[in-house]
Each structure stands twice: as structure tokens, then as C-alpha cells.
């Protein structure tokens, strides 16, 4: 199982990134996907998750109004867009495998994407 | 929202010793709770679910107990790979899933 995401962003203030996230190995709908980001003050931040089964998605209210997750089920890869770009947006985005169901550990990690908002 | 904290924040250990870390939730979350290790450039790397339960080819001497709000996490004899920063994370109240600020396991 692999998951490989897209390459290092740099973005202006008030743009949006899509990061997408390319799964390999296993079939793609007998599991959920989600985001998470990390940042050396709030540490790691969950952002959402994307269930293919049955296309739902779940975002943390505190990025619903920004963060959209998205999928290519034809081709196993999941998007996150995130809109509106801040300076403390800059971190880096994982996406991560998590079980269908209500268990929600993640497992395995992508290898993260840089994404850098400077003017 | 479920707060998850984790002490110490730094645990500094001798090779070979037992290192033990805490995760408390500030509300119960049964045993929903998993443990991830990340080290320097690296993705975060699933150790235990359910918060007893090792991840596949995660070896013996990871150890995880508690329920409710207090978990424990037990690294039996430290190898030099063990040198690294854990979290925890709950599942059971969600969204949002919400991690520990890490514990950072150092060479003594």
C-alpha cells in the first residue's frame, strides 16, 4: 500500500493549493482518506476525510469554509483544495488511509506536501 | 472538541532502558485511541489502535494500555530507532480527530 502526493506548492495570499494524493496497492474503496496538516505551533491538525464508497465527506468546522475534498475514483487519487490562502497556512499536508467504518486510525501516511504561502 | 494531552514533553532514555509515555483525553474516549511515531523528515507511522493493538510489523516491545482518559504508551528495552517524537490521537468523538502535541523521546 502507497500513497504518493503532489509536489512541493508555493502560493500568494488569498489563492488556493490542490494537493492530490494518489493511492496504490489495495482497492480503493475499502477505505476512507483524509487530510491532516501539520505545523510546529497547533502541531498535527485534522482537516477532513473523503469516504469513496459513498462519495460523503467530513471536514473540522474550524476549515469547513475553506477545504474541500475531492476524489478521481477512476484513477484512486484524492484532492484536497484548500481556498483563501493565509500566511499560517504554510505547513505540510499529509493525506493519510483510515478503515471504512466508525474507526479512525490512520494507516499509512503519505509523505507529505510542502505548501508555502508568500507574497 | 475532544483535547488530547501527553506528558513528558521530552523523555530523555539510555539505550537498552524503558521509556514510558502518557496521553490523557479531556473527556473519556473508551479505547479509541491510537499511537503514531514520527521521526525527523517523516510522516507520522501507525504503532497502536485500539489503544492495545500493535499495527502490523510493529515489534513486541511497543506496548499500549489505558481506557477512558488515561492511555500509556511502553517502549520495553529503547533501540537506537526508537529515538523519536509519539503522539496520540482519539477517534471516539469526532469530527474533528484530534492528536496529542507529541511526546520527543531522546538519547540520554
Known sequence: VQLVQSGTEVKRPGSSVKVSCKASGDIFDDYTYHWVRQTPGQGLEWLGRFIPITDATNYAQSLQDRVTITADKSSNTVYMQLNSLRFEDTTIYYCARGPLGADNWLDPWGPGTLVTVSS | ?108
Open chain 2, 1 to 108: 472538541e475532544i483535547v488530547m494531552t501527553q506528558s513528558p514533553g521530552t523523555l530523555s532514555v539510555s539505550p537498552g532502558e524503558r521509556a514510558t509515555l502518557s496521553c490523557r483525553a479531556s473527556r473519556g474516549v473508551s479505547s479509541d485511541l491510537a499511537w503514531y511515531q514520527q521521526k525527523p523528515g517523516q510522516a507520522p507511522r501507525l504503532l497502536i489502535y485500539g489503544a492495545s493493538t500493535r499495527a502490523t510489523g510493529i515489534p513486541p516491545r511497543f506496548s499500549g494500555t489505558g481506557s477512558g482518559t488515561e492511555f500509556t504508551l511502553t517502549i520495553s528495552s529503547l533501540q537506537s530507532e526508537d529515538f523519536a517524537v509519539y503522539f496520540c490521537q482519539q477517534y471516539h468523538n469526532w469530527p474533528p480527530l484530534t492528536f496529542g502535541p507529541g511526546t520527543k523521546v531522546e538519547i540520554k
